[in-house]
């Protein structure tokens, strides 16, 4: 059974730092994987993401900001979270690149950027 569980998601200031995880199934090895968000009235963006072999990739709006790692001995996705902007403010998910229709989806985990 394929699963995701995102955390580490809260209520930050301006100029604040978090750290998020992601507890993947052990099929998530062999993917591209990669941390989206959804704010509100927003469509889901992508963030940022990690190939199998490690090779990152970020979205102009997080460069310099937030960094992407993984541990495949614990099927595990971080992503570091500094210097963050209100408009970071969004309902942070975990998942493959690119996802497909039938893709799982966590819960994902709520990350709040406001003074």
């Known amino acids: 059974q394929v699963q995701l569980v995102e955390s580490g998601g809260g209520l930050v200031q301006p100029g604040g730092s978090l750290r998020l995880s992601c507890a993947a199934t052990s099929i998530f090895r062999f993917s591209i994987m990669g941390w989206y968000r959804r704010a509100p009235g927003k469509q889901r963006e992508l963030v940022a993401f990690?190939?199998?072999?490690?090779?990152?990739n970020y979205a102009d709006f997080v460069k310099g900001r937030f960094t992407i790692s993984r541990d495949n001995a614990k099927n595990t996705v971080y992503l570091q979270m500094n210097s963050l902007k209100p408009e970071d403010t969004a309902v942070y998910f975990c998942?493959?690149?690119?996802?497909?229709?039938?893709?799982?989806w966590g819960q994902g985990t709520q990350v709040t950027v406001s003074s």
């Open positions: 998942n493959v690149v690119p996802t497909y229709s039938d893709s799982p």
């Open positions: 990690i190939t199998e072999s490690g090779t990152t």
